[in-house]
């Protein structure tokens, strides 16, 4: 029985808007590959030779034969072709994941730095983030709740306080007790010296022991954040004359709470998940450089001490198709969570 | 956005003054409120919202409630089915539903009273539905938690039924809420309050949100629905105009408390209560078009009432007794309650 189906059934999905979602997420790919041409362009003279010589004068590029690497350089620009050659060139290498190569670790390319760093950060802030959000939410929702128990309470204030101390301190912190002081957990690193990467079990835990630290201190520190948002939508909701006609309904409070007051109260706070994910990827700078994290964080942070613009480059771009993909996804789930969402253009 | 209300209720909208019920001996009333007492504490002390509230319901009575904004309408509404929440209070009194104390029932009880003997048609006609979630599983999910199971084909059934019954198409079953108009969204509310035959259903200004034409379809349809069910009805607003036409017994609220209860044509016939009769007084008659005559005055501080008669300070008649003395809600007349010292019982 479909009766005008699109207008009764909430839930369908244009194949249209599915398309031209997905086609936005190319056009502001492209768009960013664009700005990562333009940029360097907009410097007067020679961009790279400009890079290295002032890599040179601050001493950054040490042992670096320069002239070695500005010809290879003007040989992976073509610098000089026409502007437009160039720039066809460009798209065409960063659709191949072509960043180029790294200035401080010649001839290391871009690529290869970037999908060293990657896992590292991923499963690092992308875990710390997701475990914050569902235990941040949750408690949010608790304190907003009235049946919630007065030990519940308790805990709020000294957790809201950690939000506001910046988590690179309360890294040191961290640090200071458990690695320094009881020595339960590494000083840093993201796994012991002297061993390579790999998929064994011995591996995993030593990377798993590792990020222990680095993660708590992400976790308490985004904690708070989470908290208060939900705990704000949820005061919100619960004044809805739904929750109150739930009640009067006679439905369990558990349903109450769950199916009526946090399934709302949660709408916003995905939107706000899905951007942080998107950031996952630019690391958590200040914490993996205290525990000297082999992340994008500490990846990042190198290369702007070096002037390593091709991996500041590389990065940039990984974070803004991070972000499009983000909301790529938010936008493709949003409807199904909330069927109010318009999928038409207005 | 398309109305797939079915007309139904032309043939209904007429026999709305019908019989009104004779409260004889043997009858006794399914909802008695005694002496009942509601306060909101706010850090200038506890706002007296109810202060000494009684009256009964009888079967199959409906009963109207009218009052101006911050009279209590609501408060009481929501004591009724003991959902006061903080800083809000329920500090005495009684609530008999059928002789039983639902104040004095525990938070488990109650929740089964909810619903399946008192059900609430609540004021905000516009959001009073769970926007991510079908109206069929809003309808369901009550009963599921009052116990109630039905096989897939059944519940789809039973559904469809309470749509047809309030004057919906089955399949609004399938939306959500944004997809319906505000006057279809108060039938599926009122469709979710008759479920589970209610015997009390507390409406509290069910057409507020809703206009002129719509409001009139929603309380035939309440009207309808009470009739089938045989429930008692306490339909709470502000419009007089409105009630008069719709309930059999109105009560005038002021400041927390009944002025006066009584049948609705003697109260339009003969006012008893002064404010009641400049209530009436205040409403625009078809010879002095649109002349709203206001009451001089304000409404008396919850937090610090008056000793003595609420609307003393606004009444022409005042005695000197009205200052000190609060005037009790007695049967002045036979059938007509008045809290009034002007009347002497029996006169
Ligand atoms: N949550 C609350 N906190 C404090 N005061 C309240 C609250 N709810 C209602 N009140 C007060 O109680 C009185 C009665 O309100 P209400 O029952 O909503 O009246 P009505 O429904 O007749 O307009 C008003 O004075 C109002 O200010
Ligand atoms: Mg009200």
Redo the contacts with the bound molecule.
């Keep these: 029985m479909r009766t005008n189906g699109r207008n009764l059934q909430g839930l369908e999905m244009p194949i249209e808007y599915v398309v031209r979602r997905v086609g936005l997420f190319f056009v502001i790919v492209w768009a960013a590959a664009t700005v990562n041409f333009l940029i360097p362009r907009l410097a007067p003279g020679n961009p790279i030779r400009e890079q290295l010589l002032q890599q040179v004068a601050t001493g950054g590029a040490g042992a670096t034969p320069i002239e070695e690497v500005v010809q290879a350089y003007e040989a992976r620009f073509g610098l000089d072709l026409p502007l437009w050659l160039q720039y066809f060139n460009f798209l065409w290498d960063t659709v191949r994941f072509d960043f180029g190569v790294s200035i401080a670790r010649f001839p290391t390319p871009v690529w290869d730095t970037l999908t060293y760093a990657l896992p590292w950060t991923i499963s690092l802030v992308a875990t710390a983030t997701i475990i914050a959000f569902v235990i941040g939410s949750l408690f949010g929702a608790l304190l907003a709740w009235p049946r919630t128990p007065r030990f519940v309470h308790a805990v709020a204030p000294p957790l809201l306080t950690m939000a506001a101390v910046p988590y690179y301190l309360l890294g040191l912190i961290l640090m200071y007790v458990f690695a320094f002081r009881f020595g339960w957990f590494p000083l840093g690193g993201g796994h012991q010296l002297g061993t390579e990467p790999s998929f064994t079990m011995t591996f995993m835990l030593d990377a798993a022991r590792h990020s222990v630290l680095p993660a708590l201190s992400l976790i308490l520190a985004t904690l708070g954040f989470w908290a208060l948002q939900m705990r704000g939508m949820m005061v919100t909701v619960q004044g809805e004359d739904y929750v109150t006609l739930a009640e009067a309904k006679g439905l369990r409070p558990s349903r109450i709470f769950f199916r009526y007051a946090l399934r709302n109260a949660m709408l916003p706070q995905i939107t706000a998940l899905a951007l942080t994910l998107g950031h996952v990827v630019s690391g958590a700078v200040l914490v993996e450089i205290v525990y000297g994290y082999p992340g994008i964080g500490t990846l990042l942070f190198r290369s702007v001490q070096n002037f390593d613009y091709p991996v500041i480059y590389g990065i940039t771009f990984l974070i803004i198709v991070a972000i499009g993909l983000a909301t790529l996804i938010l936008d493709l789930v949003l409807p199904f969570l909330d069927p109010r969402i318009k999928y038409s253009r207005e | 956005m398309r109305d797939t209300t079915v007309d139904t209720e032309q043939t209904h909208a007429e026999g709305v003054l019908d019989s009104t019920v004779e409260p004889s001996s043997d009858v006794k009333p399914i909802l008695e409120v005694r002496n009942l007492h509601v306060s ?1 504490d ?1 850090v200038r002390g506890p ?1 007296q ?1 109810v202060r000494g509230l009684s009256f009964q319901l009888m079967p199959n009575e409906v009963l109207g409630l009218a ?10 509404a929501l004591a009724l089915l003991r959902m006061i ?1 903080s ?2 209070r329920i500090v005495e009194g009684e609530v008999l539903l059928d002789g039983r104390d639902l104040l004095s029932l525990s938070e488990r009880e109650m929740r089964h009273v909810r619903l399946a003997d008192i059900a609430m048609v609540a004021q905000g006609a516009m959001n009073s539905l769970n926007p991510v979630m079908r109206i069929r599983d809003q309808i369901i999910d009550a009963w599921t938690d009052h116990g109630i199971r039905y096989g897939r084909q059944e519940s789809e059934e039973r559904v469809a039924d309470l749509l047809r019954w309030v004057g919906l198409r089955p399949d609004v079953a399938r939306l959500y809420p944004h997809e319906l108009s505000g006057g279809m969204k108060q039938r599926v509310v009122i469709a979710i309050a008759i479920s589970l035959r209610p015997r009390v259903i507390i409406a ?1 200004e069910p057409t507020s949100a809703l206009d002129v034409v719509v409001q009139r379809q929603i309380i035939s349809t309440l009207r309808r629905v009470q009739t089938d069910l045989q429930a008692a009805v306490i339909l ?1 607003g ?1 419009d007089i105009g409105l009630m008069a036409q719709s309930v059999q017994k109105l009560g005038i ?1 002021y400041a ?1 408390k009944v002025a006066e209860m009584s049948p609705v044509y003697e109260m339009f016939d003969e006012p008893m209560h002064p404010y009641t009769r400049m209530l009436i007084d205040s409403l625009p008659s078809p010879d002095q078009k649109g002349q709203l005559r206001g009451i001089p005055g304000i409404t008396p501080s ?1 937090l610090d009432p008056p000793p003595g008669c609420a609307f003393n300070d606004r009444c022409p008649y005042a005695l000197e007794r009205c200052t000190t003395e609060i005037p009790a809600l007695e049967e002045k007349r036979p059938n007509r309650m008045v809290a009034c010292h002007l009347f002497t019982e029996g006169q």
Excluded at chain 2, 67 to 76: F, P, Q
């Design positions: 909101y706010t706002i919202a009052g101006e904004s911050g009279s209590g309408k609501s408060t009481l929440k800083p809000g509290d709470i502000h609220m927390g919850l």
